[in-house]
Nanobody
Framework: VQLQASGGGLVQAGGSLRLSCAAS?????????????MGWFRQVPGKEREFVTT????????SYADSVKGRFTISRDNAENTVYLQMNALKPEDTAAYYC??????????????????WGRGTQVTVSS
């Protein structure tokens, strides 16, 4: 399973960005996707990886960290095997490397990073004040 994250960049405070995470590989199929949750985490140097949001591919259950509720929206595209993170009203404290991940955990909407089995490379988001 490969997860390819993209869409990061530099934006002014109050601006928007949309991150994408495409899942690929021999294992990835609609049947496989129906068994996983897809999440976004972020990390700044010297700090632990922080949960941002997650979505259960089948059924669409969603959870957000309090810090991003009302500003960030996670969605999925079945045809493209892709998860999106729409980030609006960005703040300087949103600056981080953003990682997408897939979890096979039976836990509904896992929020801990150790609950995720596959990780993509980070994409940097920098919000200037």
């Amino acid at each position: 399973v490969q997860l390819q994250a993209s869409g990061g960049g530099l934006v002014q405070a109050g601006g928007s960005l949309r991150l994408s995470c495409a899942a690929s590989g021999r294992t990835v199929s609609m049947d496989w996707l129906r068994t996983v949750s897809m999440g976004w985490f972020r990390q700044v140097p010297g700090k632990e990886r922080e949960f941002v949001t997650t979505i259960r591919w089948s059924g669409g259950g969603i959870s957000y960290a309090d810090s991003v509720k009302g500003r960030f929206t996670i969605s999925r595209d079945n045809a493209e095997n892709t998860v999106y993170l729409q980030m609006n009203a960005l703040k300087p404290e949103d600056t981080a490397a953003y990682y997408c991940a897939a979890s096979k955990s039976l836990a509904f909407l896992p929020v801990a990073s150790h609950g995720y089995d596959y990780w993509g490379r980070g994409t940097q988001v920098t919000v200037s004040s």
